[in-house]
């Protein structure tokens, strides 16, 4: 998440250059065989083109319209989880009584903290990369890498669960398949096991499975997002519409300009590079932001920023357990927190 004002130009326009080099390399050609060679025929009407460019308007709004729901719709989610998990801790805090306080403390930052390695997890799984995805694939987004980084692609697993589960689960819940599952599975054994030893009243027992229940909600809606894409047949055509409208477009501006050479000249025909490198390199662009948009947990500069408030989520829950050796927040690198 990008956390500036706006994208500054010394990073936009880098991020962009390639759709501006395409734009040069469709306009150039075009425009110096309708000047030289007099091929007068790659002149088009401006009436279609425009049509065209209707046309591409609306689906990439559509377009982007839905990938930005997708995004908010994501970070929606992770507002939940936020209420679920200090709801559950403060639950864990209250219900969870044993006449021993030093045995009642333990059991209740074991659970506590057993709730950290289901963030963990869960971030985790959501970072990893899907073939749809184009963070690691475009160069691009490559070379914007270089302003932030993902933590989940630069930390093992292994070493973030040591602090948060025991010896023996550790090893048991990196030989699933789904970690975030089977660490709200033991929860859920912990608890019936209280409720057993009448550590915890049948009640009780009952309002903790339901946030146990509410976070299983919560995490089945950030796979979902996850794990299906922004269809692709829309994906497809909006590329499709797109790069053919820019294609067209210098053909129609050589018309326009066409028209004024008897009042400016000829060279007025040179006109149709910038202008045909402008508007196309704005609908490419719209193209670009809506593609890097519809994953919002893939590792992106504009992602969710589900690290920090991870470490958010285990700040609060820590002090509620009465300790004062706190994590450092995350910090934004060149303005972007992950």
Not at 101 to 125: D, G, N, S, V
Not at 187 to 207: C, I
């Amino acid at each position: 998440m990008n956390i500036s004002s706006h994208y500054k130009l010394l990073h936009f326009i880098p991020w962009t250059r390639v759709k501006i080099y395409k734009m040069l390399i469709l306009s150039i050609v075009p425009t110096v065989l309708f000047y030289f060679l007099r091929l007068k025929w790659l002149a088009i009407p401006w009436v279609p083109v425009a049509l065209l460019g209707t046309a591409t308007a609306f689906i990439s709004g559509f377009k982007n319209t839905q990938t930005y729901n997708r995004t908010w719709e994501a970070r929606q989610i992770y507002g939940a989880i936020i209420n679920s998990s200090r709801a559950l801790a403060i639950m864990v805090k209250d219900f969870v009584r044993v006449n021993d306080k030093t045995e009642e403390a333990a059991l209740q930052k074991e659970i506590i903290y057993r709730h950290f390695a289901w963030l963990t997890a869960l971030r985790f799984q959501l970072r990893e990369t899907k073939s749809w995805e184009n963070v690691k694939t475009k160069s691009y987004n490559i070379e914007y890498l270089k302003y932030y980084k993902v933590p989940e692609w630069e930390n093992s697993l292994d070493e973030e669960f040591k602090p948060f589960l025991s010896e023996n689960e550790r090893p048991y819940i990196l030989s699933t398949k789904n970690r975030a599952t089977q660490i709200i599975a033991l929860q859920s054994s912990q608890l019936r096991k209280l409720n057993e030893e009448e550590k915890l009243s049948g009640f009780n027992y009952g309002l903790l499975e339901g946030q146990l229940k509410d976070l299983y909600d919560q995490q089945g809606k950030c796979e979902r997002i996850k794990n299906f894409p922004y269809p692709r047949q829309f994906s497809s055509i909006n590329i499709y519409f797109t790069n053919l409208f820019c294609i067209l477009l210098p053909l129609g501006f050589l018309v326009e300009f066409s028209k004024m050479t008897e009042k400016f000249g000829e060279n007025i025909i040179w006109l149709t590079i910038p202008f045909s490198v402008l508007l196309g390199w704005v609908f490419l662009v719209l193209e670009q932001i809506g593609e890097n948009t519809e994953n919002p947990f893939e590792g992106n500069a504009n992602d969710i920023p589900i690290t920090q408030i991870s470490r958010n989520i285990e700040i609060d829950l820590r002090e509620m357990l009465g300790e004062k050796d706190l994590p450092l927040a995350i910090q934004p690198q060149n303005n972007i927190v992950l």
